[in-house]
């Protein structure tokens, strides 16, 4: 589940965030979860965690549980040193994660949904969520990596 060295005893929290993340980084390209639906995910193999807890992982990604995501390559600056704009070898895609109304996390809202609008994500009509029913995307759509 986890790219930890041969040894590497994970603890609880980290088991879980890492199994979050695994989730995650299957989402395809133009398609979304839900934080509850990720815990359910998670919750069948682990028997614990919920919505809030999927969003302190989500939370803690970039920094926290940045050793539990492979190093795909190296990096996502762009050719002039700003940051360059979400893509799938961030390791991370965590802008195709939204609440249970579809809405990515307020403080991202625009960053998440120019990222999903690039990906040819179904928003809603005024573009400001994601059209779940089109959009909601179930591991079992695709086999395990």
Known sequence: MTDSPPGTQLTDVEEYAAAVL??????PSGRAMTYGLIAEIVGEDLGRGGPRQVGSVM???GDRYAHLVPDDDGGSEGADGDAAPPSDDEGVPWWRVVNAAGSPPKQYLTEALDALRA???PLSRDGRRV????AVWFPEDDPPR
């Open 131 to 134: 059209n779940l029913r089109r």
């Open 22 to 27: 695994d989730v995650v980084r299957r989402i």
């Open 119 to 121: 990906e040819g994500c």
């Open 59 to 61: 939370a803690g990604s």
